[in-house]
């Protein structure tokens, strides 16, 4: 999994591309909203249209991820998820917990919204 990052106002935007399938890009993700969290960047929204494929350890990563944020008041919000990366999200019965949006903007101006 390649991740390339971007800053729309104080929100981080990682847009993810490959799989969430675990193991070593699971390291890479939590290390970089590690660093997201010391350079006082908690709020981090995820580009995931390029993301093919998730499985359980992927749903790991996400959950792992938002619970480091929120731990350090900040969050994280979904965007542009493909059916594929959705399905897993609303089958799990995650979906009222994880923010998920239809576009980066809208999951960024949530943030402004009250988030």
Known sequence: MKIKESRKGNVLVL???GELMGGDESKAF???LYKAIRDKE????LDMA???WM????LGMLMAGLTSLRSSEGDLRLA???DRVKRPILIAKLDCVLSMFDS????VKSYEAGG
């Open 15 to 17: 847009t993810l591309d």
């Open 104 to 107: 980066v903007d809208a999951a």
């Open 80 to 82: 542009c998820l493909p």
């Open 50 to 52: 390029g993301v093919g």
């Open 55 to 58: 499985n359980s350890s992927g």
């Open 42 to 45: 908690p709020r981090v929204v």
């Open 30 to 32: 939590q290390e970089r």
